[in-house]
């Protein structure tokens, strides 16, 4: 299945010059849901995971899905404000200012196998922010794990040596 075919370009937005990438059409259809799901999880291979982690708001179509396939458990970065207990929080840099990024601190054991998942890696400020709360916490990144990487802004390299693997390139 050619899962671009699902992925619409929309030009300037949220902001002019952005050619969004838009995955409602592919969330729309059950058979590209159910082909991503199951590249998704072939990404991560035969490994045991404890917790996957989704960010806010696009990582939480797939994240809860392949951590039920994974058998683990699933944990949700949020926005500043959102998550109601104790809570760890990771500011990090954005083209200009900052934003920041929550997880409850007692979501992840110090030794546990974590997979991150999001749907897009764009300049990795995000994916970065949310290894390092998941660090802070003690756990131990196994992969971090994409729908879409647009490479040309090179955001796998803000992850240094943590395995990155994205399902479609542009
Ligand atoms: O690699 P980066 O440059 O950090 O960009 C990637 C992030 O941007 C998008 O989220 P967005 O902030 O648009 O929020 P949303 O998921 O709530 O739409 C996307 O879902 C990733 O989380
Ligand atoms: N171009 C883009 N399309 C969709 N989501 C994004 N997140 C960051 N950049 C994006």
Same mark, same amino acid.
């Given at each position: 299945m050619d899962l671009k075919t699902f992925i619409r370009d929309i030009d300037n937005?949220?902001?002019?010059g952005v050619v969004f990438k838009d995955i409602t059409p592919l969330l729309a259809n059950a058979q590209a849901m159910q082909y991503t799901l199951d590249k998704l999880l072939e990404m991560v291979g035969d490994v045991s995971i404890d917790k996957v982690v989704g960010m806010e708001s696009r990582g939480f179509f797939f994240a809860p899905l392949l951590a039920q396939k994974l058998n683990a458990g699933f944990v949700p970065v949020r926005?500043?404000? &959102? %998550?109601?207990a104790a809570k760890t929080s990771q500011t990090y840099d954005l083209e200009y200012g900052t934003d920041t990024l929550e997880i409850h601190s007692d979501a992840i054991l110090a030794g546990e196998k974590v997979l991150v998942h999001d749907d897009v890696l764009a300049t990795g400020g995000t994916a970065k922010a949310t290894c390092d709360l998941i660090k802070r916490l003690g756990g131990e990144i196994v992969q971090c794990n994409?729908?879409?990487?647009?490479?040309?802004?090179?955001?796998?390299? &803000? %992850?240094?040596?943590i395995p990155t693997r994205a399902l479609l390139n542009y």
């Open positions: 937005f949220p902001k002019e926005k500043p404000n &959102k %998550l109601p994409f729908l879409i990487e647009l490479d040309f802004l090179n955001g796998s390299h &803000k %992850l240094g040596d």
